[in-house]
């Protein structure tokens, strides 16, 4: 298994992304992803992986998909609520933590988790995201001002 930076990962956390994947193909949770997700994942894919290796992810993860019964959306959400958009939500989480600039990608899949009001719990590897206050508030806001139940950042289990 291989990390946000395509190094191989050790034994425990792929133990534990096994243990998260088995939860949730056997529980009754749905999996919501972002296009933005996804694109990235073939990004780094198509950077940092061997034809054989990048056949065996494709496959992993349409199997995923697969055992989900329906259950993984991919989502590509409007970004209108009357209360916040979807670039002034981007705009105040680059402001809450300027290193979320070196990483746009996260910035922009945390901004759709923070308005998609169906989500609950965001998973993430990224300590940045997991551990800065600034940021956290601006989500905890964010979701106040759209009347949304709040979202849970949380490391994968």
């Known amino acids: 298994m291989l990390d946000k930076k395509s190094h191989i990962v050790s034994k425990d956390e ?5 243990r998260f ?4 193909e056997h529980n009754n949770n749905g999996v919501k992803t972002s296009l ?8 780094k894919v198509l950077e940092e992986c061997s034809p054989d290796d990048s056949q065996d992810i494709a496959f992993e993860l349409l199997s995923f ?18 209360n916040q958009e979807f670039y002034s939500t981007l ?20 901004s759709i988790a923070t308005l998609d009001a169906e989500s609950d719990v965001f998973y993430t590897t990224d300590t940045l995201i997991l551990f800065n206050k600034r940021i956290r508030a601006v989500v905890d806001k964010t979701r106040s ?11 994968a289990p």
């Not at 933005?36 to 990004?43: Q, R, S």
């Open 91 to 110: 705009e105040n989480l680059l402001g809450a933590e300027d290193r979320l600039r070196d990483n746009p990608t996260d910035a922009l899949i945390l």
């Open 14 to 18: 792929t133990k534990a992304f096994s």
């Open 65 to 82: 998909s697969q055992n989900l019964n329906g259950r993984l959306k991919c989502c590509a959400e409007k970004f209108r609520h009357e």
């Open 21 to 24: 994947r088995y939860n949730l």
């Open 36 to 43: 933005v997700v996804l694109g990235e994942l073939f990004t």
């Open 145 to 155: 001002d759209c009347g949304f139940k709040p979202l849970k950042i949380s490391p």
